[in-house]
């Protein structure tokens, strides 16, 4: 059988559609990896494998049938474990909720199996997306995520096992959740692209909530083209989440492309990062500029988009784990400072909460005006390689903390984010390129980073040893 | 009003940590009021109110 720990969704369709490997070979293959490895990397809170075969089997009968449900159709895949799934618990990455068994399956899983994937497992996140401040690595009862790089390393959160799981070749896919940088840390931090789609495009019903104005489900997966692909299956108006939207988005395929994009690079962009996250985001610049026009200096609109985020995810969290406060349990939590960070959420005001709502109209007109003159805005992803376990993220790396920072502002107005790998920095470890998007723009996003892997080899790079 | 809900479960040293999380909401709310909103700029939330399923009465 041909290796398919690191190939691509497409080329995996291949193997499957030509009978040179079966779903059920592949999902085999994928569990006992993340049985074997999940654990080298505190990826995997739950392996489904009995469920995981029952399904690989009937996708198997259906293509023996001439059935094919589309691009993902046997693909295995793992979901961060905020998700509803059916059967296996939901635990949130909180000690709290280890035993939680919800009923049904979140729309996003429903999607995933509709379109033929072959869900293997339960992916360790940061305990309640990091809603209550972390500010280290061991903030979820499986433990730190490591980076499949270097497991003296942080995955980056709080989509942790979803960034490892694919980095390390354990799922070819996998679906995280983004209220404020929780895909684009462990895409990152792991190497692999991610997409953090735009509010509302996808279905968050049975997903935990920490922000229901800011939380996001997106893929992380080897190429920009698997993130699509991803996003067309699970994307889409469900009646079970008022705030999805109705657009359709189809995934971009990879032909040449119809006309030339524009990108553009915001004013302080290249401060204070480090110099290899500097050197290879030139280079990504030299590689966006044989399919776009690049256009500098841009200036982010000054508003508090920051404060903004913050008040609002504070507010809303705390009232979507008042519970937690009530009962006490809060204090069962990892994180030594998730005990305590979630009080002050308690007696956030409402006037203060809605201020916080009503400055994100102008922050949203703001940036929609500054997005219309480009495809998208690139930056690094971060402006550093991945962080040390043992070090407090405050104390990490102190002299690089970054330029101009567009993510505050893309998670609170919810506009796209596409993450990709661009190189290796200090210590061999990945930096990434961020495109930052209009609201519905995934696509032209997805073409860019299409465009880019096309003409570079980074998604292809594998971790040490893997 | 955390040490009249909580304070039984808090620390002197917690309450201190607390109090220091509170006063940094309170420079993010003095920075959004930096912006300057009119009365008719609104939440950026819209209600869409349930509407009776197909078959049912008042």
């Given at each position: 059988m041909t290796d398919p720990t690191f190939l691509s969704i497409p080329e995996l369709g291949v193997l499957l559609r030509s009978r040179r490997v079966s779903s059920v070979e592949l999902a085999r293959h994928f569990l006992d990896r993340l049985e074997r490895l999940g654990p080298t990397y505190n990826a995997v809170v739950t392996v489904m494998r009995e469920s995981a075969i029952a399904e690989a089997q009937e996708r198997d009968r259906e293509l023996a049938a001439g059935k094919a449900r589309g691009a993902l159709h046997g693909i295995p895949c793992g979901v961060k474990d905020l998700l509803a799934t059916h059967g296996a618990p939901t635990t949130w990455g909180a000690a709290p909720y280890r035993d939680q068994m919800l009923k049904g399956d979140a729309t996003v899983v429903r999607r995933l199996r509709s379109a033929g994937a072959v869900v293997c497992a339960k992916l360790a996140m940061v305990e309640l997306a990091g809603g209550m401040g972390y500010n280290q690595a061991f903030a979820s009862f499986t433990g730190p995520g490591k980076t499949p790089w270097d497991p003296s390393r942080w995955s980056g959160g709080s989509s942790s096992g979803p960034g490892s799981a694919v980095g390390a070749g354990l799922v070819p896919f996998a679906i995280g959740s983004e209220t404020w940088g929780s895909i684009q840390y462990?895409?990152?931090?792991?190497?692999?692209?991610?997409?953090?789609?735009?509010?509302?495009?996808?279905?968050?019903?049975?997903?935990?909530?920490?922000?229901?104005?800011?939380?996001?489900?997106?893929?992380?997966?080897?190429?920009?083209?698997?993130?699509?692909?991803?996003?067309?299956?699970?994307?889409?108006?469900?009646?079970?989440?008022?705030?999805?939207?109705?657009?359709?988005?189809?995934?971009?395929?990879?032909?040449?492309?119809?006309?030339?994009?524009?990108?553009?690079?915001?004013?302080?962009?290249?401060?204070?990062?480090?110099?290899?996250?500097?050197?290879?985001?030139?280079?990504?610049?030299?590689?966006?500029?044989?399919?776009?026009?690049?256009?500098?200096?841009?200036?982010?609109?000054?508003?508090?988009?920051?404060?903004?985020?913050?008040?609002?995810?504070?507010?809303?969290?705390?009232?979507?784990?008042?519970?937690?406060?009530?009962?006490?349990?809060?204090?069962?939590?990892?994180?030594?400072?998730?005990?305590?960070?979630?009080?002050?959420?308690?007696?956030?005001?409402?006037?203060?909460?809605?201020?916080?709502?009503?400055?994100?109209?102008?922050?949203?007109?703001?940036?929609?005006?500054?997005?219309?003159?480009?495809?998208?805005?690139?930056?690094?992803?971060?402006?550093?390689?991945?962080?040390?376990?043992?070090?407090?993220?405050?104390?990490?790396?102190?002299?690089?903390?970054?330029?101009?920072?567009?993510?505050?502002?893309?998670?609170?107005?919810?506009?796209?984010?596409?993450?990709?790998?661009?190189?290796?920095?200090?210590?061999?470890?990945?930096?990434?390129?961020?495109?930052?998007?209009?609201?519905?723009?995934?696509?032209?996003?997805?073409?860019?980073?299409?465009?880019?892997?096309?003409?570079?080899?980074f998604h292809r790079l594998r971790p040490p040893g893997l | 009003m955390i040490r009249a809900q909580y304070g039984s479960r808090l620390s002197p040293k917690d309450l201190s940590t607390v109090a220091q999380q509170i006063q940094k909401g309170l420079e993010h709310v003095d920075q959004l009021k930096k912006v300057n909103l009119a009365n008719g700029d609104e939440p950026d939330f819209v209600f869409t109110p349930s509407r009776p399923q197909p078959g049912t009465h008042d």
């Amino acid at each position: 059988m041909t290796d398919p720990t690191f190939l691509s969704i497409p080329e995996l369709g291949v193997l499957l559609r030509s009978r040179r490997v079966s779903s059920v070979e592949l999902a085999r293959h994928f569990l006992d990896r993340l049985e074997r490895l999940g654990p080298t990397y505190n990826a995997v809170v739950t392996v489904m494998r009995e469920s995981a075969i029952a399904e690989a089997q009937e996708r198997d009968r259906e293509l023996a049938a001439g059935k094919a449900r589309g691009a993902l159709h046997g693909i295995p895949c793992g979901v961060k474990d905020l998700l509803a799934t059916h059967g296996a618990p939901t635990t949130w990455g909180a000690a709290p909720y280890r035993d939680q068994m919800l009923k049904g399956d979140a729309t996003v899983v429903r999607r995933l199996r509709s379109a033929g994937a072959v869900v293997c497992a339960k992916l360790a996140m940061v305990e309640l997306a990091g809603g209550m401040g972390y500010n280290q690595a061991f903030a979820s009862f499986t433990g730190p995520g490591k980076t499949p790089w270097d497991p003296s390393r942080w995955s980056g959160g709080s989509s942790s096992g979803p960034g490892s799981a694919v980095g390390a070749g354990l799922v070819p896919f996998a679906i995280g959740s983004e209220t404020w940088g929780s895909i684009q840390y462990p895409a990152a931090f792991c190497g692999v692209s991610g997409l953090r789609p735009t509010y509302g495009r996808v279905s968050r019903h049975g997903a935990m909530a920490l922000s229901w104005t800011m939380d996001k489900l997106g893929p992380l997966a080897r190429t920009a083209e698997d993130c699509g692909l991803v996003l067309e299956a699970i994307a889409g108006a469900d009646p079970q989440d008022p705030t999805t939207i109705t657009q359709r988005f189809a995934a971009p395929r990879p032909v040449r492309l119809r006309r030339r994009y524009r990108v553009g690079i915001l004013r302080g962009t290249r401060e204070k990062v480090q110099p290899e996250v500097l050197r290879n985001f030139e280079a990504s610049l030299s590689v966006l500029r044989q399919v776009a026009d690049v256009v500098e200096d841009l200036q982010l609109p000054e508003l508090p988009y920051d404060a903004a985020a913050s008040i609002i995810i504070d507010a809303e969290a705390a009232s979507a784990f008042e519970p937690l406060f009530e009962n006490g349990r809060i204090t069962e939590l990892t994180a030594p400072e998730d005990r305590l960070g979630g009080y002050a959420g308690q007696v956030v005001l409402a006037k203060d909460y809605l201020r916080a709502l009503r400055v994100r109209r102008p922050a949203a007109v703001g940036l929609a005006k500054l997005l219309s003159q480009v495809d998208a805005i690139a930056a690094p992803s971060l402006p550093t390689i991945a962080w040390p376990l043992d070090a407090p993220f405050d104390k990490v790396y102190p002299n690089y903390p970054g330029g101009t920072d567009i993510s505050g502002a893309a998670n609170l107005c919810g506009v796209p984010g596409l993450f990709l790998m661009n190189g290796t920095g200090e210590a061999g470890l990945p930096t990434s390129l961020q495109l930052t998007g209009r609201a519905l723009g995934e696509a032209a996003l997805l073409a860019i980073g299409m465009a880019y892997q096309a003409r570079t080899n980074f998604h292809r790079l594998r971790p040490p040893g893997l | 009003m955390i040490r009249a809900q909580y304070g039984s479960r808090l620390s002197p040293k917690d309450l201190s940590t607390v109090a220091q999380q509170i006063q940094k909401g309170l420079e993010h709310v003095d920075q959004l009021k930096k912006v300057n909103l009119a009365n008719g700029d609104e939440p950026d939330f819209v209600f869409t109110p349930s509407r009776p399923q197909p078959g049912t009465h008042d």
